[in-house]
């Protein structure tokens, strides 16, 4: 008697979730050596440039090509990467941070939400590399995330944020919220518009971990300015127009494909 359906899909279905199982082992596994080495060769150098570089160069490509994914950069000739900089992207993955980790050509820090701090080793690394984070609802944490941001970005640091705010779900767009777009102002720093398209169907935000080889696309934008003729924008304004120019990248990435 033949099989059925649902037994042959049972089939199908094993060594993908023996390979996803491998790849989340891989994963862990990849990341904790990472971190540890990171954090010694802080320990020992007591400078962040090193271990940063490492992220780009060792950690962000070596858990790419472990999930499948093949990265395609588009733009970089757009920003003049010897001045700091404040990058606002699209967020639909966790895997978001290697890609725009291997993307980007400088040392890169992320704003991270403060639940992040509280994750064994992960939170330990982020404080030592001088990642930033953010507790929303709160106006005094506010204030000290701007201060923060402002030092790294005086001493020449590149920070990216997620103005989203959170994960989407649906690839759609949400709107982007303020607070990095006040410290921008206040710095007078370079903000650049950042898409990434096609890491939701390499590593979607819900369901657990489970991965599928494909691309991933790192869109660069022209940089907009955080003052114009009059003196510097509103936030909302400056918001508003770094909303309008990820969305145009990301549209001309459908348009392209």
């Not at 899909?9 to 080495?37: E, K, S, V, Y």
């Not at 020992?44 to 060792?58: F, K, N, Y």
């Not at 990216?160 to 709107?175: H, I």
Request: proline share 7%.
């Amino acid at each position: 008697m033949p099989d059925s359906p649902a037994r042959e899909r049972d089939w199908t279905a094993l060594p993908w979730a023996l390979g996803n199982a491998a790849q989340f082992a891989f994963t862990l596994a990849w990341t904790a050596g990472g971190i540890c080495l990171a954090l010694t060769l802080y320990a020992l150098l007591r400078d962040r440039g090193l271990p940063l570089r490492m992220a780009s160069r060792c950690w962000a490509p070596g858990l790419l090509r472990g999930a499948g994914a093949r990265l395609r950069v588009e733009g970089l000739e757009r920003v003049d990467w010897t001045r700091p900089c404040i990058l606002v992207a699209n967020h639909q993955s966790t895997i978001d941070i290697c890609a725009l980790f291997r993307a980007v050509p400088v040392p890169l820090r992320f704003v991270l939400k403060q639940e992040m701090a509280r994750v064994p080793l992960v939170g330990r690394y982020a404080r030592a590399m001088g990642m930033v984070f953010v507790e929303r609802g709160e106006r005094r944490a506010a204030r000290g995330f701007l201060r923060q941001v402002d030092a790294l970005l005086r001493e020449g640091a590149s920070l990216c944020v997620f103005p989203e705010g959170t994960r989407s779900r649906d690839g759609a767009l949400a709107p982007f919220k303020g607070g990095a777009f006040q410290a921008a102002i206040d710095a007078g720093a370079q903000l650049v518009p950042v898409a990434l398209h096609g890491s939701g169907a390499v590593l979607p935000p819900d369901g657990g971990f489970r991965v599928r080889p494909g691309t991933i696309r790192v869109r660069f934008g022209a940089p907009l300015a955080a003052c114009g003729p009059q003196g510097p924008l509103d936030r909302q304004e400056l918001a508003a127009r770094a909303y309008h120019a990820v969305l145009d990248l990301l549209q001309e990435r459908r348009t392209a494909a």
